[in-house]
């Protein structure tokens, strides 16, 4: 199974709202991961299971979807936000990740 | 408090056999549906899944590597080894380990720092 994610790269302002958009090739039903990754570190996970919020993570990160098409939405988006976000499947027990969404401070 | 760490040479010949070792402490990897997993990846480049090895010592590998990779488990000494042969240059990359709770989830909640492994002659 194939993850593709939209847009490649997302500039914007702190306090907007951004959504990343995760594709899958198939149908994944709810089995989808969204991590944030800082540079020089190892990714961070966000969200389980298309929409569960990992404790410690600040309830503006959302996520929602099902099947082939899952949005990951960041509100107010704040400084510490700025990184690259990556999708994450499982499917059959074989994962794959997304090819990742780098925001940007605009 | 889980943690994990990556160990293993940062430097390696093309042909040659790399072997990394996962060491890990704050879960058992003989507990039902825990997992440890291996994930690399090449400098400025995305993330790509290598192997993960479950708690029965159930293993899956990625289909495009799964020739070269082979994952192993030492319970006794809460270990992880991932194998790879016949290294190339686009071997180069970052390779983390991670802890994975849930089998049916399949998402990774903790992971190492990562180790860099250069590929060259």
């Known amino acids: 199974i194939q993850l593709t994610q939209s847009p490649s790269f997302l500039s914007a302002s702190v306090g907007d709202t951004v959504s990343i958009t995760c594709r899958a090739s198939q149908d994944i039903a709810v089995f989808l991961a969204w991590y944030q990754q800082k540079p020089g570190k190892a990714p961070n996970l966000l969200i389980s299971?298309?929409?569960t919020l990992q404790s410690g993570v600040p309830p503006r990160f959302s996520g929602n979807g099902f099947g082939t098409e899952f949005t990951l939405t960041i509100s107010n988006l704040q400084p510490e936000d700025f990184a690259t976000y990556y999708c994450?499947?499982?499917?059959?027990?074989?994962?794959?990740f997304g090819p990742g969404t780098k925001v940007d401070i605009k | 408090q889980i943690t994990l760490k990556e160990s293993g040479p940062t430097l390696v010949k093309p042909t040659q056999t790399l072997t990394l070792t996962c060491s890990f402490s704050?879960?058992?990897?003989?507990?039902?549906?825990?997992?440890v997993g291996w994930i690399r990846q090449p400098p400025g480049g995305a993330l790509e899944w290598l192997a993960l090895?479950?708690?029965?010592?159930?293993?899956r590998y990625s289909p495009s590597l799964q020739r070269r990779l082979t994952i192993t488990k030492d319970a006794s000494k809460d270990e992880v080894a991932l194998t790879m042969t016949n290294l190339d240059p686009e071997d180069t990359a970052t390779y983390f380990c991670?802890?994975?709770?849930?089998?049916?989830?399949?998402?990774?909640?903790?992971w190492g720092p990562g180790v860099l492994v250069t590929v060259s002659s």
């Open positions: 994450q499947q499982l499917n059959s027990y074989l994962f794959t």
């Open positions: 991670a802890h994975s709770p849930d089998s049916a989830l399949g998402h990774f909640d903790s």
């Open positions: 704050g879960f058992s990897l003989s507990s039902t549906g825990v997992g």
């Open positions: 299971g298309t929409s």
């Open positions: 090895i479950y708690w029965d010592t159930g293993t």
